[in-house]
């Protein structure tokens, strides 16, 4: 008896070593069950909500992306999945693809801003946003209708220009929408962060691609986005300027990363946590099964972050370790 039970206890044992994870947990890239791309993380108190797309091409589709997820954090190194929060068809007027998207709180609500595809009434990427009175959601859509469509950026070279918005509260209260595919759009936001208040304008940013993510830091203004300079970078890299206010001037400050490791495409993500900076972007090296990473199969990803005592940004080198590696400050 004793010896039958030592040998299903052995088998178990045998059984959970070949299906856990043997990386320190918080290695890169964060998660490895499903791909997931373009990371905006959310501080909200002592834990960190990091809202990602979800990848789910086959083959050599370019994207398949149908909904959005958001793990949480205390420790920025074991994460919990919370599953799907909305899906790009619970926008009634979206037809499909749940692209780059980004959370923020005000008096307690959490908006959350997503690109799609509109239908057919507006062809053509939009924005919209959704509301909820948790993090983890359920979100639903809070005006029924696209925030932003393609027929407001008339400029824009082609109909997917209006993607990636990022959101900021400013210390003056003033709410900013920025988005861009090509050009790098900005709006004033109403308080009740649904409405636009005021006129779609554009920032000048060198190499401007996608993907763009506004923080402060003092009074310094941060534009991080996905660049690409078409004249030698094959694949985006991620390049930052800087401005004494929203609305710039932005003085451009050079490439914060290099491409990632086999994608075409790179997404930055910035927080600060507990008093320490931290950089999140997906490159395309998982493999799950017989699916290798690819263009519309990426993986989340984060790393330190640290800045110079004149404000600039170091370079972040990408690495296995990640978040697993000590810090240097
Ligand atoms: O994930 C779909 C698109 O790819 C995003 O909107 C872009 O930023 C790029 O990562």
Redesign the pocket.
């Known amino acids: 008896m004793l010896k039958t039970t030592s040998l299903i206890m052995a088998g178990l044992m045998l059984a959970t070593t070949a299906t856990a994870d043997p990386r320190a947990p918080g290695s890169n890239p964060l998660f490895t069950d499903m791909f997931t791309?373009?990371p905006a993380p959310l501080v909200v108190g002592d834990t960190v909500y990091l809202y990602t797309?979800h990848?789910e091409a086959r083959g050599t589709e370019m994207?398949t992306?149908k909904d959005w997820r958001v793990f949480s954090s205390k420790d920025l190194l074991t994460w919990t999945a919370h599953g799907p929060i909305m899906k790009a068809t619970d926008f009634k007027w979206a037809a499909k693809?749940?692209?780059?998207a980004q959370t923020i709180e005000k008096d307690g609500k959490f908006y959350f801003y997503a690109?799609v595809e509109h239908d057919k009434t507006q062809p053509g990427?939009a924005i919209g946003v959704a509301v909820s009175d948790s993090p983890t959601g359920p979100f639903v859509d809070a005006r029924g209708t696209a925030l932003i469509h393609n027929q407001m950026t008339p400029q824009g070279p082609h109909t997917w220009d209006d993607?990636?918005p990022t959101v900021f509260i400013d210390d003056d209260g003033s709410a900013w929408l920025i988005w861009g595919?090509f050009n790098c759009y900005y709006a004033k936001l109403k308080p009740n962060m649904i409405e636009l208040d005021g006129p779609i304008k554009q920032f000048d940013l060198p190499h401007f691609?996608?993907?763009p993510w506004i923080t402060r830091r003092g009074d310094i203004y941060y534009l991080t986005y996905?660049s690409r300079d078409k004249s030698k970078d094959k694949d985006?890299t991620i390049s930052y300027a800087t401005a004494p206010s929203i609305t710039g001037p932005w003085t451009f400050r050079g490439v914060l990363t290099g491409s990632g490791k086999n994608s075409?495409?790179?997404?930055p993500g910035i927080i600060t946590f507990k008093g320490k900076d931290y950089f999140f972007y997906?490159d395309a090296s998982l493999t799950i099964g017989d699916q290798t990473g690819a263009?519309?199969r990426?993986a989340v990803r984060a790393e330190h972050l640290y800045y110079n005592p004149d404000g600039t940004m170091q370079p972040v080198e990408q690495t296995e370790a990640g978040l697993t590696a000590p810090r240097k400050d």
């Open positions: 791309a373009d797309g990848d994207f992306m693809d749940a692209w780059a690109a990427k993607i990636d595919n691609e996608e993907g996905a985006e075409f495409t790179i997404h997906h263009i519309g990426r």
